[in-house]
Nanobody, 114 residues
């Protein structure tokens, strides 16, 4: 059974960093396409990171250079390191399998506010 559980969200100030976790079960996250997506308040879903099974990573312009995906094979967990956070990064963050609209967890809330 595929399950994804996001964690690590918090209230932080602009410029600070945060690391989110996506614990996967029922499959090996490194063998499928994996996405980090987010939903800002009153807005639609947007992708913020994509990990191809070959290990290549892709980011949209809005977060490139600030967000970094990594993983832990032993824990079957994918991470999203977020640096230089901005108020516009406030959102519920999800990890998704296979596509941005694929199976995902319940999300974790990141609030960036001064």
């Amino acid at each position: 059974q595929v399950q994804l559980v996001e964690s690590g969200g918090a209230l932080v100030q602009p410029g600070e960093s945060l690391k989110l976790s996506c614990a996967a079960s029922g499959f090996n996250f490194k063998t499928v396409e994996m996405y980090w997506i987010r939903q800002p308040p009153d807005k639609g879903l947007e992708w913020v990171a994509f990990r191809h099974p070959d290990g290549k990573l892709f980011y949209p312009d809005a977060v490139r250079g600030r967000f970094t995906v990594s993983g832990d094979d032993a824990k079957n967990t994918m991470y999203l390191q977020m640096d230089s956070l901005q108020i516009e990064d406030t959102a519920i963050y999800y990890c998704a399998k296979d596509s941005p609209s694929g199976p995902r967890g319940k999300g974790t809330l990141v609030t960036v506010s001064s």
